[in-house]
DNA sequence: AAGCCTTTGTGAACGCATGCACAAAGTCGG
DNA sequence: CCGACTTTGTGCATGCGTTCACAAAGGCTT
């Protein structure tokens, strides 16, 4: 007796919008598992991932039909199937390119080991860096890239670099075979086909968030008036 | 004669889409300006914030009609009108709560107070903490936040506090009258009508990216079998 | 065994975002 | 001053994502 229905239901193609959210509900149902729950209703989990529960549970058809009608998801069954389709059932080996104030502080936070991401390598230019031990990992020497690459099996990169090094960087750690990028510099990355990049903005979400609070506030002052002294002269 | 025109263009509404790309095409813009760059195409301007160029074009035209037919926009103009909708002509004061790995990382960034952001206050719960300086500023004990917030004219909060923390403090930065919040936490936040929150979660980054390197293997190789054996039993 | 009750999975309508393609507008050389 | 050329601003079509609403499905009670 096999229990996911055979036909249909998995259709290789998940939407992007529905692959943003299925982390979101990992997470929930692993707090509900905690707490010992064992099975889950559409409208709960909805609620404890902030979502609408017909979004949910379209989400969740895109992967199989994992429910039982009149009673929810059975919620360790859920987490096995969703961390299966997001790859999660294998670990990922990731390297980290730049140790300064950013990079130091991802390679040493836990939450990542903990989804199956293993900070394999750590990176950099500096002499004065390079060497240093960094939650029982050694900073290695970008000289190293691409054996330290081949070596760990590593596919994943996250950049930490300065906005003027990450494209150099960047076609290195491709050239080596990573084929997907979390970028922390301000830059627009180039990459060829077949290469993921995601992108990690904090100026750009407080730009967001102030946007929206100026419109709190009244909306955009400025009239013409305003530009004419702000580049003070014509 | 206004530059300007008054009439139908600033709908009061411009697409959220729209308003996560400016902070975009506006770092592409300062980058121009510093190559003594004058007028920018849709084109280049597109190219260099890796956009299409009709989706640009767009994006502007809510803001009004600020480029010249045949020529292109006025870069200094267009950063001071970008600027503007956003609200980067001001200044905000922005606290970071939890001064951990990450935070710290935040509060010793360069990279804010050149788009606008002042870090003016930094808050901890940790006794040890307390009292630190941190580029220049002093971590404060959280039991301050409301009179700091207060003295300091803070709307927008930067939350780097362990998760089961972050609601708790949420709600108290919220009383305060904090109306945007940047969270870092990997918790689903609940807020008030009025206040916005935007999240950054660098595991579901993460996660992302590992479902797309799946797929570039051969898409996930779990059948039925392989969930009995991972749960070990049944 | 039958009917009631709960909850899923999805059809359909709607709204937002994207990108093409082009007319209108403006520049610039002659 | 005119005509050729460039580039904007936008109407329109298309596709994706969201949400409502409900029939079908399954469990549970009697
Ligand atoms: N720190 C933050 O909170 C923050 C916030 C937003 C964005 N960022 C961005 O993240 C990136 C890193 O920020 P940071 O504060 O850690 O900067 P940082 O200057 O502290 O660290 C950068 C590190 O990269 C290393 N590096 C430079 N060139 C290199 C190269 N070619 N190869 C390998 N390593 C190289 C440097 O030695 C340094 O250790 C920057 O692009 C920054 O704009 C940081
Ligand atoms: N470090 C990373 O790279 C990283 C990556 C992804 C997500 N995060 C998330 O960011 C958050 C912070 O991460 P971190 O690595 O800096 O953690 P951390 O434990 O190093 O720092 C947390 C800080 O918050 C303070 N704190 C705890 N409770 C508080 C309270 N009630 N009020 C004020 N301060 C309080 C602690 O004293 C500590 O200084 C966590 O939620 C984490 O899951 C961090």
Redesign the pocket.
């Known amino acids: 007796m096999t229990r996911r229905s055979t036909l ?2 998995r259709n290789r193609g998940i ?4 692959v943003a ?1 299925l982390p979101v509900y990992l997470r929930a149902l692993h707090t509900l598992a905690e707490r010992g729950i064992v099975t ?4 709960e ?1 909805a609620a404890a991932a902030g ?5 949910l ?5 895109h992967l ?10 059975e919620v360790q069954y859920l987490v096995y199937q969703i961390s299966r389709e997001l790859g999660l059932t294998q670990d990922w080996s990731v390297a980290i390119v730049g140790l300064g104030n950013l990079g130091r502080a991802l390679a040493g936070y836990g939450g990542f080991a903990s989804r199956g991401f293993r900070m394999s390598a750590l990176l950099d230019a500096d002499p004065a860096i390079v060497g240093e031990r960094i939650n029982g990992l050694t900073v290695e020497h970008i000289d190293k890239l691409e054996q330290v690459i081949a070596d760990c099996g590593i596919s994943i990169a996250v950049l930490a670099v300065p906005a003027s090094a990450a494209q150099p960087v960047c076609d290195r750690v491709v050239a080596s075979g990573v084929t997907s990028i979390l970028n922390f510099a301000p830059v627009v990355l180039t990459v060829p086909d077949g290469v993921d990049v995601r992108k990690v903005d904090l100026s750009i979400e407080l730009q967001i968030l102030a946007f929206h609070e100026q419109r709190k506030a009244g909306g955009p002052a400025g009239v013409e008036q305003e530009y004419l002294e702000a580049v003070d002269g014509s």
Chains 1, 2 share one sequence.
């Open positions: 249909g239901a939407p992007e919008a529905t959210r889950v209703s559409s409208e989990l979502v609408n529960s017909a979004k549970r379209k989400d969740l058809s199989g039909s994992y429910g039982t009608r009149g009673v929810g998801y």
